[in-house]
């Protein structure tokens, strides 16, 4: 199978909804960095795709991260770094923030191009816009929680499975 392939049936797992838009924003982050390296994890939480200059993990600038309910725009290696007066960056962690995008045009928004073009100025290593993007699939877990949300009678009986083990 083509790693074209695989990203779309690793998507179709996701509802509609979040296959839909989250091919929707690689449609516009592949226009927007035709250079980038695409690198696939399909993980225990999410499924990722990051944008890199290179094949490294490490020099990744940027990822789409699925998850069963929303897609985000993840700023790797400067996110805490990144002026952000709007307050639109998510997260606390050292390396990473993210923004979540609902819709394409969240990624037109003048403040999140502000953000993309200071973490492409910030970033280790520049996209080249001698290369040619292309498709890798890096990793694919074995075990993954499920990929779209539980419907409500699902998680009604799940509570009530959860009720009735806490009473033994």
Do not use: W
Request: a positive charge; charged letters at 25%.
């Amino acid at each position: 199978m083509t790693p074209k392939a695989q990203l779309k049936s690793f998507m179709a797992r996701f509802t509609p909804e979040v296959e839909t838009l989250a091919q929707r924003i690689l449609v516009k982050m592949r226009a927007r960095f035709p250079s980038a390296i695409q690198m696939v994890y399909d993980n225990y939480n999410f499924l990722v795709i990051g944008f890199s200059p290179t094949e490294r993990p490490s020099e990744a600038i940027f990822s789409i991260a699925m998850s069963p309910r929303r897609v985000s725009l993840c700023f790797l290696q400067a996110g805490p770094k990144l002026s952000d007066p709007k307050k639109l960056l998510r997260g606390s962690g050292k390396q990473v923030r993210h923004i979540r995008l609902e819709s394409t045009a969240v990624l037109d928004r003048p403040a999140v191009k502000a953000l993309m073009s200071e973490a492409i100025q910030l970033a280790a290593v520049p996209f080249n816009p001698a290369t040619s993007g292309r498709l890798i699939i890096r990793s694919v877990s074995a075990k993954q929680r499920p990929r779209r949300p539980a419907t409500p009678k699902e998680e009604r009986e799940r509570t009530s499975r959860t009720r009735s083990e806490d009473r033994c």
